[in-house]
């Protein structure tokens, strides 16, 4: 038996060993060289002397990092604060109702999803627009013409303006996902809590929310990946500005790459961004592998 289990075990690996090796030939050994490029001082695109940890270093004084990061960090929390939250309470209340409804009412929920972040950008920027935009028409339509603005070029709004676009982009994805899991869960917990007289907040609460605990964990995780290492949305309609209220790690990697040039610090900043996104992925599978 431990014969047979073992010349299992080989094969698999043997399966696996095609992909394995392109994922290291196209993903381990770029990320290897973009490690050694951080250790190196560069000019104008040539590689300098070695610098060790120099870069790491100027980085942990480099206040534009800290900015970015902190707005790295705020977007994650707004998007788990709405888009999760609305999307797994909306779904609850979907998953009673008829099922071809839920079908066509999901179906356009998710279209948002389906537009490329660079269009959304491009579309919402119209309808922010100071001048002839759409949310100051309806503001004021609405008698409060007092609150309107220049959304995206305040630093106090522009953020929260960005991340309203993502929200709306990632809002049906997550309607979807919690739609799929709450009909799989079996009717008969719903029918007994119902029996005993729980209400529909308590079902929810006690059974859907800790039911669909997976779920949440995945779309908590991919939001999270997501907000730390979206680009096109900020780079096409704010570029990081005005001044820096809407930067993020990307777009601060993107400038010290590419209009700088100060290859080191930017693969420094790519380095930092990569170890974030693994941080976050190992301790969401931690959880997912807690009893």
């Known amino acids: 038996m431990g014969e047979v289990t073992m010349l299992t075990t080989r094969a698999a690996y043997l399966f696996i060993l095609p992909a394995l090796t392109l994922y290291l030939v196209f993903v381990g050994?770029?990320?290897?060289?973009v490690i050694g490029f951080s250790l190196f001082d560069w000019d104008n695109g040539a590689m300098g002397e070695f610098i060790g940890l120099a870069n790491y270093r100027r980085m942990l004084g480099d206040q534009v990092f800290w900015t970015a990061l902190w707005h790295n960090g705020l977007w994650v929390l707004l998007t788990?604060?709405?888009?999760?939250?609305?999307g797994l309470v909306l779904a609850a209340i979907l998953a009673e109702r008829n099922q071809?409804?839920?079908?066509?009412?999901?179906?356009?929920?998710?279209?948002?999803?389906?537009?490329?972040?660079v269009v959304a950008g491009i579309i919402w920027g119209w309808i922010y627009n100071p001048i002839f935009g759409l949310m100051n028409y309806g503001l004021e339509t609405i008698g409060l013409g007092g609150l309107a603005g220049a959304w995206m070029a305040q630093e106090s709004t522009a953020l929260l303006s960005l991340n309203v676009v993502g929200a709306w982009t990632f809002f049906g994805f997550c309607v979807v996902i919690?739609?799929?899991?709450?009909?799989?869960?079996?009717?008969?917990?719903?029918?007994?809590?119902?029996?005993?007289?729980?209400s529909w907040w308590r079902r929810f609460k006690d059974l859907t929310v800790p039911l669909l605990r997976g779920s949440s964990l995945?779309?908590?995780?991919?939001?999270?990946i997501e907000a730390m290492r979206f680009f096109d949305l900020?780079?096409?309609?704010?570029?990081?500005?005005?001044?820096?209220?809407?930067?993020v790690l990307t777009t601060h990697i993107y400038k010290t790459f590419f209009l700088v040039g100060d290859f080191g610090y930017a693969a420094t900043l790519s380095v930092v961004l990569l170890i974030i996104v693994l941080s976050i992925s190992a301790g969401a599978f931690a959880i997912l592998r807690e009893p």
């Open 178 to 198: 919690y739609l799929a899991a709450i009909q799989s869960i079996d009717p008969s917990f719903y029918e007994a809590a119902e029996i005993d007289g729980a």
């Open 100 to 117: 071809r409804l839920v079908q066509w009412l999901g179906a356009i929920y998710f279209i948002p999803r389906t537009i490329p972040l």
């Open 234 to 247: 900020v780079w096409v309609t704010t570029q990081g500005g005005p001044g820096y209220a809407t930067e």
């Open 218 to 224: 995945f779309l908590g995780l991919y939001a999270a």
């Open 80 to 86: 788990l604060a709405f888009p999760l939250i609305a």
């Open 29 to 33: 050994l770029p990320i290897l060289q």
